[in-house]
């Protein structure tokens, strides 16, 4: 896949070399360019080039662990994350959304479905920083598609690609309530096979962000026992 001119660079992380191999011969049948890194140290290296445009990070690796690393590439970068893990506890996929995964998947997984969630990933953050687009604005808060951050007032804050996501759907339809299983459906883009707490992790590191007081929310609301809205304040 390409963006603009370039094929899209993936950055693969793991300690198995065997899996790394594999998947990089795959999406490099794909017209992906693709670099590895075998511990958490040298995926941070890598992960500070520019080019990186999306991180399959796994969990459990050696030097610094996969949540540590997503943490660290969080303070310079917004590049989306799709975690691996050979666990299957909740508290594991959880925890990588918690600290800015875009996505996980649970070790062994099919290719295909890799590819696919990849590829949904890179469409919407794509088309949503298309040149042209500029910015749309409800009440406070305003998007900058080119920049994927949002302001409010003079804050400028900003984004993982699924957190903008999130916030570009709600801004969009002002009062609209989304239920979580529309959500998954809209912002994941394929028969996601998670839970709806992802959803509700998303949400929550959402109004973490813009929210003065994520306690008592003010623009993103819970319609209890229907879903999630916007509203402009």
């Not at 590049?79 to 925890?95: F, G």
């Not at 794509?126 to 409800?138: E, F, Y």
């Not at 709806?196 to 008592?216: C, F, G, Q, S, Y």
């Amino acid at each position: 896949m390409f963006k603009g001119d370039f094929p899209v660079k993936i950055l693969i992380v793991d300690d198995e070399k065997l899996l790394v191999k594999g998947i990089k011969f795959n999406l490099e049948q794909d017209g992906y360019e693709i670099e590895t890194a075998y511990d958490g140290e040298e995926a941070l290296r890598l992960a500070r080039d520019k080019g990186i445009g999306l991180i399959i990070l796994d969990l459990m690796l050696p030097k610094i662990d996969g949540i540590t690393v997503c943490q660290k590439v969080r303070e310079f970068s917004n590049v989306p994350i799709i975690m691996l893990t050979a666990k299957t506890e909740d508290i594991d996929k959880i925890l990588g959304l918690e600290y800015g995964a875009d996505d996980y998947m649970t070790k062994p997984f099919n290719i295909l479905e890799l590819k696919a969630r990849i590829k949904a990933i890179l469409r919407r953050s794509s088309a949503s920083s298309a040149p042209g687009r500029g910015t749309i604005s409800a009440g406070e808060v305003e998007l900058d598609y080119n920049l994927r951050r949002i302001r409010i007032g003079d804050r400028s804050i900003e984004l993982t690609s699924k957190e903008f996501d999130l916030c570009e759907l709600f801004v969009s339809n002002p009062g609209k309530v989304y239920s979580r299983e529309n959500l998954l459906d809209i912002i994941w883009g394929y028969d996601y096979p998670g839970d709806i707490r992802t959803v509700d992790v998303h949400v929550r590191r959402l109004r973490e962000k813009i929210e003065p007081n994520a306690a008592t929310p003010k623009f993103i609301l819970t319609k209890w026992g229907v879903g999630y809205y916007f509203k402009e304040n």
